[in-house]
């Protein structure tokens, strides 16, 4: 991925941080090393935020679908803008 004109959000648990991993910053400095020049911006949320059931299995009601295992989750999402410029022939 391109980094230019890239940049992310990071939603962590707020179960995370340092009583989780006794050091702060884990989660940002993770996705800085893989994503050195992307802004990130983030913050820590009360709990989960997503729904137990996924989509795609419609013929399982969803209070019978089985349920997914999460827990003190971060979430990453990463949002790229490549601007691209038309070449005409004509240098128009």
Same mark, same amino acid.
């Given at each position: 991925m391109? @980094?230019?004109g890239s940049f992310a959000f990071m939603f962590a648990c707020n179960g995370r941080g340092y009583e989780m991993h006794r050091k702060p910053h884990v989660e940002s400095t993770l996705f800085r090393k893989y994503f050195p020049k992307t802004l990130l911006v983030g913050s820590? %949320?009360?709990g989960e935020f997503f729904h137990e059931h996924v989509p795609g299995n419609e013929s399982i009601a969803p209070d019978k679908a089985t349920r997914l295992e999460y827990a003190f989750t971060t979430v990453f999402m990463l949002v790229s803008c490549k601007q %691209?410029? @038309?070449v005409r022939p004509d240098n128009t």
């Open positions: 391109e @980094e230019e820590f %949320t009360g %691209t410029r @038309e």
